[in-house]
């Protein structure tokens, strides 16, 4: 993957320019070149022969030919325009790709590699859940109950108190799951990409591929976190200093847009930092370029899949969090009583099955929804697809490069 030219470097026209001023390779090695009425490529239009063996004035593919069954209102078939099918080695057809194949795409590779995509999600999401476990039963701290003598000001400090000895004993539990979500993403970002290519994977390959950039993985992430901790801190302090709350509730929204903003522009990073073998600060500015111009799109595809992975995880969970309560009889008296429910052994175990379940299935459509962006950013702006079509081997797209030949995707 690393050594493939399509992945290890950008391509010929600029990330930042616009996607239709790209100009696309139309040398010996674009099939689109090679087209001749004697010779069109395989599964395309060929120019009917005349009836009494001359020559006919040459017709456009798509028009002019004679109705099929379906009369002169049906519908054509692929390739009756004149436009070449876009090659599919994999789970995507190597041309730039609408929002529900990019979906399609981050389901395909789920199905077609479901051993090597569970086998790392429902690895890590175990160690993740045992972990959260483990520190909510011995380290999070049971909520008190609440005083019925205590003024306003007394209550509204045991909450505040209780809520931040919540949130430290939760720390370790944050990390674990930061490390688990970055070490699954590193490893599916291998497997996606292999995937665009039709090339098989097992979570060795993905091991080997994916370990050397996992510090650099980590670096990116916290260096995200932070700067938009800092938007949002920036945003608050003027309603700080000023002890005013209507600039708090503006700083707040102000520091949230530009978090959102970043959000979008930086969410591109990951798999050129994975892909491309880019440094932290290179990687950024990269997904920076691969984003601009397209911010609006990127945005909305990334807003519909938060929604969908929340759906289908409240799908699951809910039956287990039901369960969980039937389960645990403590607990759920404890919530009927309007007291502070402490749940056992059975409620968060059979809790934590269900967020196992929904992370492994959750996690594959988000990791692979990211990397077919970039792999389409990269399409509209720099004809990736030529470059990939070359490295999966089909015939027409010229003679791989020897980096093209190296087991990769």
């Known amino acids: 993957m690393n050594d493939t030219p399509g992945w290890a ?24 070149s090679k087209w001749s009425e004697q010779q069109p490529p395989p599964g395309e239009w060929t120019p009917p022969a005349s009836p009494g063996g001359g020559s006919e004035p040459p017709v456009q593919p798509g028009w002019g030919t004679q109705p099929g069954p379906g009369g002169w209102g049906g519908a054509p078939k692929q390739g009756d325009w004149g436009a070449p099918p876009a090659a599919k080695p994999g789970v995507i057809p190597l041309r730039p790709l609408g929002v ?3 979906l399609d795409g981050a389901v395909s590779t789920l199905r077609a590699h479901w051993r090597t995509v569970l086998g790392i999600t429902i690895t890590l999401s175990v160690i993740t859940q045992i972990a959260d476990i483990l520190i909510q039963r011995y380290l999070v701290p049971a909520a008190p109950a609440p005083d019925p003598d205590a003024t306003p000001e007394e209550a509204l400090n045991q909450v505040v108190e209780s809520t931040q000895s919540s949130l430290i004993a939760s720390l370790p539990a944050l990390g674990i799951g930061l490390i688990t979500a970055l070490v699954i993403t590193a490893l599916l970002t291998v497997v996606i990409s292999r995937s665009v290519l039709g090339r098989p994977v097992d ?10 950039r996992l510090l650099q993985l980590l670096g990116l992430t916290v260096l995200i976190v932070l700067i938009c901790a800092g938007a949002i801190t920036v945003g608050i302090l003027p309603g700080l200093l000023l002890d005013s709350a209507a600039l708090r509730v503006l700083g707040v929204l102000a520091g949230v847009l530009v978090t959102i903003w970043l959000w979008v522009r930086f969410a591109l990073a990951s798999p050129a930092l994975m892909l491309e073998r880019r440094g932290i600060l290179n990687s950024m500015r990269r997904s920076a370029k691969l984003v601009h111009g397209a911010w609006w799109r990127i945005f909305g595809i990334l807003v519909l899949v938060l929604a969908l992975t929340f759906i289908v995880s409240m799908i699951i969970s809910i039956p287990f969090t039901l369960l969980a309560f039937i389960a645990d009889g403590s607990g759920l008296g404890s919530l009927l009583n309007g007291t502070a429910p402490e749940f056992g052994w059975p409620f968060l175990i059979i809790t934590g099955i269900g967020a196992v379940i929904a992370s492994a299935i959750t996690y594959p459509i988000s990791a692979g929804v990211t990397v077919l962006l970039y792999v389409d950013q990269r399409i509209r702006r720099e004809a990736l697809d030529l470059e990939l079509a070359r490295a999966a081997g089909i015939p027409g797209y010229g003679t791989p490069t020897p980096g093209d030949t190296s087991a990769g995707g």
């Open 203 to 212: 979570l060795g390959d993905a091991w080997a591929e994916a370990r050397p």
């Open 9 to 32: 470097a950008p391509g010929s026209v600029p990330a930042d320019g616009q996607d239709s001023g790209v100009q696309r390779p139309t040398g010996t090695d674009d099939p689109a």
């Open 100 to 102: 529900g194949e990019i």
